[in-house]
């Protein structure tokens, strides 16, 4: 089992800049991947960035966001930069984890742009 607890996220208005920490505990040994996803209201669940054997953005975020990880601590942070009101959504810390790539989330954190 992985558990991870994110940090971070707030109101900031557009062209803004926030940043998503995500801490994780348990199993960490186990981890493949870790990284963001977000669900605005009335959508599904996106990917916005990854790390795993490769760094994966979303092309909506590419430019913008950088992701960071640092495995020793088992860590992941994700920097938003030039924020949109399309941003605006929950995200959640994901880790994939053991032989079969087990998928665990984050509580999520509320991040909303203002226009």
């Known amino acids: 089992q992985v558990q991870l607890v994110e940090s971070g996220g707030g109101l900031v208005q557009a062209g803004g800049s926030l940043r998503l920490s995500c801490a994780a505990s348990g199993s960490t040994a186990s981890i493949k991947s870790m990284g963001w996803y977000r669900q605005a209201p009335g959508k599904e669940r996106e990917l916005v960035a990854s790390s795993g054997g490769s760094t994966d953005y979303a092309n909506s975020v590419k430019g913008r966001f950088t992701i960071s990880r640092d495995s020793a601590k088992n860590t992941v942070d994700l920097q938003m930069n030039s924020l949109e009101p399309e941003d605006t959504a929950v995200y959640y810390c994901?880790?994939?984890?053991?032989?079969?790539?087990?998928?665990?989330w984050g509580q999520g954190t509320q991040v909303t742009v203002s226009s």
């Open positions: 994901n880790a994939r984890a053991g032989p079969l790539w087990r998928a665990y």
